[in-house]
């Protein structure tokens, strides 16, 4: 699975099951239910590679060359989330 998640081309959302750690340079964009995951309700977290900006959770690690410059929702969360931007990628005027 490790070869999977560095691959660059690998750019869908994959679950991981809570408690795991998110592979490094990975964000966690939102919680799901996964029978292979122990526990009800969501018990697994939606994990991807980040774009150039992105919307994570509260929780989510910030990779390197990321920094958070914004409070948002995350869809399908009751819950704050960031968005994070690479390093050096400014948002567009009126953002």
Known sequence: MAARLNNPKAR????????????TGW?????HHSPACDGDGANALVIKRPGRR???????????????V???????????GWIIEREGSPLPEGR
């Open 27 to 31: 964000v966690v964009v939102g919680r």
């Open 54 to 68: 992105e919307v994570v959770t509260n929780d989510s690690p910030v990779p390197d060359g990321y920094t958070k």
């Open 12 to 23: 869908r959302n994959r679950l991981v099951c809570r408690g795991r750690p998110v592979p």
């Open 70 to 80: 914004a409070t948002t929702t995350v869809e399908g969360e009751d819950r704050l």
